[in-house]
């Protein structure tokens, strides 16, 4: 999933009104698997000039890079977290840790050629899911839209939930930062 869905997806099951601890906490969970991610590629694009097309095409995929989204996106660690939230019962902290989860949960079924290591550090292996959530060749078609239509459901819900003029405006901004990557796959990717 684009990373706007997961936010959209952890905020509407773990978001609570007039609760901002946990609400924050529930969309850092949902950014944190995609984070090292994000600065890995700002910092080898912007800082050190390296192309695009180097970085999604080798960096993503070596070694290095690998052994750091296993642990950001390890089921192991995120459902020990949960665990340990669940026992202590800090709803915040049970946000967090139940985005992080679920974050990776739906990458773990919609990752093909870019899956992860999702059972590190007990296991290297990687699923390779037969449906991706952008790839044409594995569905990307069908589930990128599908996944628009779910934010925009989950945006109804939150909309209903939170009645801030800057909530809603958020609301706003994330549906379209959800949209323009499936406009830009389809351009990319039209045949």
């Avoid at 890995?40 to 750091?68: C, H, K, M, T």
């Avoid at 660690?77 to 340990?84: K, Y």
């Avoid at 800057?166 to 389809?186: D, K, S, Y």
Wanted: net charge negative.
């Amino acid at each position: 999933m684009n990373t706007p869905a997961h936010l959209l997806l952890g905020a509407a099951i773990f978001s609570k009104p007039e609760q901002p601890k946990t609400n924050l906490a529930a969309l850092i969970g949902a950014l944190l698997p995609d984070l090292s991610l994000y600065l890995l590629v700002a910092w080898n694009i912007y800082v050190l000039g390296i192309s695009p097309e180097e970085v999604f095409g080798s960096y993503y995929f070596s070694d290095s890079w690998q052994r750091i989204f296993a642990i950001d996106n390890s089921f192991i660690l995120w459902g020990g977290l949960f665990a340990v939230a669940l026992w202590i019962k800090r709803d915040w902290l049970i946000a967090l840790s139940g985005s992080g989860l679920i974050h990776v949960a739906t990458d773990f079924l919609l990752h093909n050629d870019d899956a992860r290591r999702h059972f590190w550090p007990l296991s290297d292996w990687v699923f390779y899911s037969p449906v991706s959530y952008w790839d044409r060749d594995h569905f990307g078609n069908y589930v990128g839209p599908l996944e628009a239509l779910l934010c925009l459901g989950l945006i109804v819900i939150l909309w209903r939930r939170f009645h801030s003029f800057w909530v809603r405006g958020i609301l706003v901004v994330a549906g379209v930062l959800q949209i323009v990557p499936h406009v830009a796959f389809f351009l990319m990717f039209a045949d």
